[in-house]
């Protein structure tokens, strides 16, 4: 069994001696004491890379509405990359594409990664482009391990495709049981985007959930796309109906304007959502106290010691806090670094040996990786992630575990 964080001391020890000069990381992602010496290349082996690298594509929103997502996710696989190289043996060497979370922009986006060479694709950060891309890196067998995207649509008929973080029917699942097992709410409403593959999974889940659980929904309204602003048709429904809580299973940015809205009306709702509102704390010109006492549903742990060590890490680099989504995407290189290992990949191999390799090792029920967005992560062959969720409030504008 390959576990992350069995070699913590090692690493940091490690890193800090690097020639490049790059911090210690008491975190997670690092090979168990006993791993096959021979799961390492040698370092002067040449292939995919121009230097002997193993290529990694990366395709997620680094412009546009949801830009947050995809900018966190690469600067937390650039994070994990350094890391890893510094350690000698395996090497990557990342591609990151911009698909503004569009899915004809995706494949755009993974052509021109195939036409570079690329080995294993990670990606997308959005389901939408994700599943778009996943029919062709089925067909194409190269191994895909999405960061954040959640829909079931994405790894569906694609035995190639594996997901780091939860799926939409799960979070739903999740936050209906812990808004009725904590007694939250007795009437919810539910504002979801019916456009989005995300949004409405997530809702699905919710639903049946909430209705073998005995938690009414009293207000089901939705909205076309993440650039509508005015929300106070949906908002005024769920107040005319009693509602005392508003779950909402969508992206930061709608979600802001709903707070400020009915904030605005004097409708005193509280709120539960799910990883989509992560980065809501970080959104240029709102008001973080209306957000507080929102309950996120999230895997990251940030007061952790190694998520400690990586928010030090992201921060140095970007000037910024990372949110979930740049931990998934630090966990996601890792994982395939993991998997790498134990497959014994090397620079020289073809994206379609590669990915039958690496498709053995992840749904192999001995691997399971610690990280910073969960430990004992294991995948079924349905590329679905195991791992438990992190239920957090918003207070004082910070999450505080629940």
Same mark, same amino acid.
């Given at each position: 069994?390959?576990?992350?964080?069995?070699?913590?001391?090692?690493?940091?020890?490690?890193?800090?001696?690097?020639?490049?000069?790059?911090?210690?990381?008491?975190?997670?992602?690092?090979?168990?004491?006993?791993?096959?010496?021979?799961?390492?290349?040698?370092?002067?082996?040449?292939?995919?890379?121009?230097?002997?690298?193993?290529?990694?594509?990366?395709?997620?929103?680094?412009?546009?509405?949801?830009?947050?997502?995809?900018?966190?996710?690469?600067?937390?696989?650039?994070?994990?990359?350094?890391?890893? /190289?510094?350690?000698?043996?395996?090497?990557?060497?990342?591609?990151?594409?911009?698909?503004?979370?569009?899915?004809?922009?995706?494949?755009?986006?993974?052509?021109?990664?195939?036409?570079?060479?690329?080995?294993?694709?990670?990606?997308?950060?959005?389901?939408?482009?994700?599943?778009?891309?996943?029919?062709?890196?089925?067909?194409?067998?190269?191994?895909?391990?999405?960061?954040?995207?959640?829909?079931?649509?994405?790894?569906?008929?694609?035995? /190639?495709?594996?997901?780091?973080?939860?799926?939409?029917?799960?979070?739903?699942?999740?936050?209906?049981?812990?808004?009725?097992?904590?007694?939250?709410?007795?009437?919810?409403?539910?504002?979801?985007?019916?456009?989005?593959?995300?949004?409405?999974?997530?809702?699905?889940?919710?639903?049946?959930?909430?209705?073998?659980?005995?938690?009414?929904?009293?207000?089901?309204?939705?909205?076309?796309?993440?650039?509508?602003?005015?929300?106070?048709?949906?908002?005024?429904?769920?107040?005319? /109906?009693?509602?005392?809580?508003?779950?909402?299973?969508?992206?930061?940015?709608?979600?802001?304007?709903?707070?400020?809205?009915?904030?605005?009306?004097?409708?005193?709702?509280?709120?539960?959502?799910?990883?989509?509102?992560?980065?809501?704390?970080?959104?240029?010109?709102?008001?973080?106290?209306?957000?507080?006492?929102?309950?996120?549903?999230?895997?990251?742990?940030?007061?952790?010691?190694?998520?400690?060590?990586?928010?030090?890490?992201?921060?140095?680099?970007?000037?910024?806090?990372?949110?979930?989504?740049?931990?998934?995407?630090?966990?996601?290189?890792?994982?395939?670094?993991?998997?790498?290992?134990?497959?014994?990949?090397?620079?020289?191999?073809?994206?379609?040996?590669?990915?039958?390799?690496?498709?053995?090792?992840?749904?192999?029920?001995?691997?399971?990786?610690?990280?910073?967005?969960?430990?004992?992560?294991?995948?079924?062959?349905?590329?679905?992630?195991?791992?438990?969720?992190?239920?957090?409030?918003?207070?004082?504008?910070?999450?505080?575990?629940?």
């Amino acid at each position: 069994m390959k576990k992350f964080l069995a070699l913590v001391l090692a690493l940091a020890m490690t890193l800090a001696l690097a020639a490049c000069g790059g911090n210690s990381q008491q975190n997670s992602s690092t090979p168990n004491a006993g791993q096959k010496e021979d799961a390492q290349p040698p370092a002067d082996s040449q292939g995919g890379g121009a230097s002997g690298t193993i290529k990694i594509g990366g395709i997620g929103p680094l412009t546009g509405s949801t830009a947050q997502y995809g900018i966190a996710t690469d600067e937390g696989a650039k994070i994990a990359i350094e890391e890893i /190289n510094a350690l000698g043996g395996i090497q990557f060497e990342l591609n990151g594409q911009d698909d503004e979370a569009d899915g004809e922009k995706g494949v755009n986006a993974y052509n021109n990664l195939m036409d570079w060479g690329m080995q294993i694709l990670y990606g997308c950060t959005t389901s939408g482009s994700c599943a778009a891309v996943a029919a062709e890196s089925f067909n194409d067998r190269v191994f895909q391990l999405t960061p954040s995207a959640s829909s079931t649509t994405v790894t569906e008929g694609h035995d /190639n495709v594996f997901q780091l973080c939860f799926t939409d029917p799960n979070q739903g699942k999740t936050a209906a049981d812990f808004i009725k097992d904590n007694a939250l709410a007795t009437k919810v409403a539910v504002i979801y985007n019916n456009s989005d593959d995300y949004s409405t999974g997530i809702y699905q889940g919710f639903k049946a959930e909430a209705e073998a659980v005995g938690l009414e929904i009293v207000s089901t309204t939705t909205f076309p796309d993440d650039t509508t602003t005015d929300f106070s048709a949906q908002i005024t429904d769920a107040y005319n /109906n009693g509602a005392e809580m508003i779950f909402l299973p969508i992206y930061y940015t709608p979600a802001s304007n709903i707070l400020i809205q009915a904030s605005q009306k004097g409708y005193d709702f509280s709120y539960f959502g799910c990883d989509g509102l992560d980065g809501i704390l970080t959104l240029e010109g709102f008001d973080t106290a209306l957000a507080e006492g929102v309950y996120v549903l999230t895997p990251f742990d940030t007061a952790s010691d190694a998520a400690v060590s990586f928010i030090e890490k992201y921060k140095a680099a970007t000037g910024g806090e990372p949110n979930q989504f740049a931990a998934d995407g630090y966990d996601c290189i890792y994982a395939l670094y993991a998997a790498c290992q134990e497959a014994g990949i090397t620079e020289d191999m073809t994206a379609d040996q590669v990915c039958e390799a690496l498709i053995a090792v992840f749904t192999d029920s001995g691997f399971s990786v610690d990280g910073l967005t969960g430990s004992g992560m294991q995948w079924g062959a349905n590329g679905e992630v195991s791992k438990d969720p992190l239920i957090v409030q918003i207070t004082g504008g910070a999450y505080v575990n629940q």
